[in-house]
């Protein structure tokens, strides 16, 4: 498997000339790309594949020599992300979001992430050296630890605008991961707002961990510095100031997020002896885009599920460190599963302020809970593990839980 470190950099101020020429050089090849690829549509309604505009990059050079102080792999990058981004804006269209847009052109006011794709570095031990013919300015920079197997190098800049940001440089490399076995052990979690994470296992245990709303405390601190820089002249020094302040007060409040994240997920697959954990599928794009609410519900949803990365973030996070160890993630559907009484399969109306269901069948059951089974259980009959799911709800049982009967309804329209 692939995993991906940061490293941040600090580059003197003739590393910086060199990075920006790479910049303007890689914004330059990207617009051009871009404007064939628009052209070709617009007149004659052909698409233009990535091959055939990299089979055009030695001919390119020829009529444009100042391409050739760029590395070759680094060129081949930059085609890469425009193809990838088209792909990205046909899948989107391809699912039915009309509100997708195509590629656009970029600036050159915006630092260009410059990628480095297998080759054109040299690493001796942790120090790093990256090929180019713009000057002979060294690209060396330390790592701080010598990477094996690295598979591709890019160097960007987290406020690319003049690049105001910190610069880093992003290593993919390749590491070894254990052999999924699956030991008939099972985890069921639903991810959620209130509570990040509600678990159940085949042994009809709960875990459930609270959300916290770190979000809470830096957004009132934010949302006031942002309104005094705001009444600012812009690029005055007191505006430049504020805005300092505010970057580095979100980044204190994005670095607390991804912290508790990393913990929790890796303490959840070291903790749990599942070799299976089961998540819902969540399309966190879909809840900003809800027509239900509106207003400052709308706002305080869009920033608990968009802004702060808690949901889909947290999930790669976990599938990741899940992989490594040996353990799988699987993701299923998990459409409602929160209104779905998991005894008689009743569907109730379950806005977001309601955290318990109250059933006819004198099921009373926590929404998060209620949830986790569902997609246990979905998980079970999908894949026709009947003795699972027996286990599972014997064990429900035990803990106080009524048997759930969609399992017989099932198991007799199966047989």
């Not at 996070?317 to 599963?337: M, N, P, Q, R, W």
């Not at 379950?350 to 089974?373: H, Q, T, V, Y």
Request: glycine share 4%.
């Amino acid at each position: 498997m692939h995993l991906t470190t940061k490293v941040k950099i600090y580059p003197t101020e003739e590393q910086l000339k060199v990075l920006w020429e790479l910049s303007d050089k890689c914004c330059s090849l990207y617009n051009l790309a871009l404007a064939e690829r628009k052209d070709a549509w617009k007149l004659e309604r052909k698409s233009i594949k990535y091959v055939d505009q990299q089979n055009k990059l030695p001919d390119l050079k020829k009529r444009n020599p100042e391409y050739k102080a760029v590395y070759s792999k680094t060129l081949q990058g930059v085609l890469k992300k425009l193809d990838a981004n088209y792909r990205s804006f046909f899948a989107l269209r391809k699912n039915g979001d009309l509100k997708a847009r195509p590629p656009n052109f970029k600036s050159r006011k915006y630092f260009q992430t410059i990628p480095y794709n297998q080759s054109g570095f040299y690493q001796i031990g942790c120090v790093i050296s990256f090929s180019h013919k713009i000057n002979d300015t060294k690209l060396v920079f330390d790592l701080g630890k010598k990477f094996e197997n690295i598979k591709q190098i890019e160097i960007y800049n987290d406020d690319p605008f003049h690049a105001k940001g910190d610069f880093y440089i992003s290593v993919t490399y390749e590491v070894s991961a254990h052999e999924y076995i699956d030991n008939g052990l099972y985890q069921a979690n639903d991810a959620g707002i209130t509570k990040i994470v509600t678990a159940v296992n085949t042994q009809g245990k709960f875990f459930e961990v609270k959300t916290p709303r770190i979000d809470k405390y830096w957004q009132p601190k934010l949302d006031a510095l942002k309104s005094r820089r705001d009444h600012c002249k812009r690029k005055s020094k007191k505006w430049v100031r504020l805005h300092n302040i505010y970057r580095k007060m979100e980044k204190k409040k994005s670095n607390q997020l991804r912290d508790f994240q990393h913990k929790l997920s890796k303490k959840m697959v070291n903790n749990t002896k599942a070799n299976t954990i089961i998540v819902g599928d969540l399309k966190t794009k879909n809840m900003a885009q809800s027509k239900r609410l509106k207003g400052k519900r709308k706002r305080a949803m869009n920033r608990s599920t968009q802004n702060q990365g808690y949901l889909s973030r947290f999930i790669e996070f976990l599938a990741y460190k899940a992989e490594l160890i040996g353990k799988k993630v699987i993701k299923i559907d998990e459409s409602y599963t929160s209104k779905t009484c998991y005894v008689c399969g009743k569907i109730h109306d379950m806005p977001l302020w309601k955290r318990n269901m109250e059933c006819d069948c004198g099921n009373f059951i926590d929404r998060d809970c209620n949830s986790a089974i569902n997609i246990m259980v979905n998980f079970l009959l999908q894949n026709a593990l009947w003795t699972g799911y027996q286990k599972f709800s014997d064990n429900l049982r035990q803990t106080g839980l009524p048997m759930s009967e969609r399992f017989l309804e099932s198991y007799h329209q199966m047989t």
